[in-house]
């Protein structure tokens, strides 16, 4: 076992590996600051985006989709609500897709066992716009997946949504809307259909603000 001199110039990483102490006098361009690590040879560093898997959960779209889940379950047990994911494993839905004829179908991330155990898909999403007329959107064939589960559990799935501004989560205030009102203002006209995207833009003054869909059901109130 020696030692891997870690050495990075604009975002290039070099490692230099010695086995013997003495032998870092040999290397230029370091000092005390600079990383080092006790390993066997074979266990050279490596950047993030040489990880698939690692790299994978620096993807703004999983990122900030992990973080608001984290940031809903916390908010759920700060106000005692029994929160309990959702498996997303594809076999689970198999009996699902076969009751929806092979559609396309979705589970919402958590279910809410002592509040009617509404379903709820967790979002984070830029708001565009100002006043009464900020919007987010929601890709269009997701909502109609999870309508269809909807009506296969004949039970309320909620959209519940984190507001983001630049990189930063707004995780102490959030916004909701069911299924239900969403297929009717897309009925209504009052959503925008961007067909390039596939989204669907929400208004966001036709959502709730706050936890007003828990609606005071909680097993202890």
């Known amino acids: 076992m020696g030692f891997h001199i870690v050495k990075q110039k604009d975002g290039i990483i070099e490692s230099v590996y010695i086995r013997k102490a003495e032998e870092i006098v040999n290397i230029d361009d370091i000092d005390e600051n600079t990383i080092v690590y006790e390993a066997d040879e074979k266990w050279k560093p490596y950047t993030i985006k040489d990880n698939k898997e690692l790299h994978l959960f620096l993807q703004d779209s999983v990122k900030y989709g992990l973080l608001g889940q984290q940031y809903f379950v916390e908010m759920m047990h700060k106000n005692k609500v029994v929160c309990e994911q959702i498996d997303q494993n594809p076999e689970s839905l198999k009996q699902y897709i076969e009751i929806a004829n092979g559609e396309y179908i979705k589970r919402g991330d958590y279910i809410l066992r002592n509040v009617n155990n509404i379903e709820v898909e967790v979002k984070v999403r830029t708001f565009y716009g100002r006043d009464q007329n900020r919007y987010f959107t929601i890709d269009y064939s997701e909502l109609k997946s999870l309508e269809r589960m909807q ?44 067909e390039k995207d596939k989204y669907l833009g929400i208004p966001v003054c036709k959502c709730a603000e706050g936890l007003d869909f828990l609606k005071n059901e909680c097993s202890d109130s």
């Open 151 to 194: 009506k296969i559990l004949n039970n309320e799935i909620l959209f519940c949504v984190f507001q983001k501004v630049d990189k930063v989560i707004i995780k102490d205030t959030i916004y909701s809307i069911a299924i239900n009102k969403l297929v009717d203002l897309n009925r209504e006209k009052l959503t925008k259909y961007y």
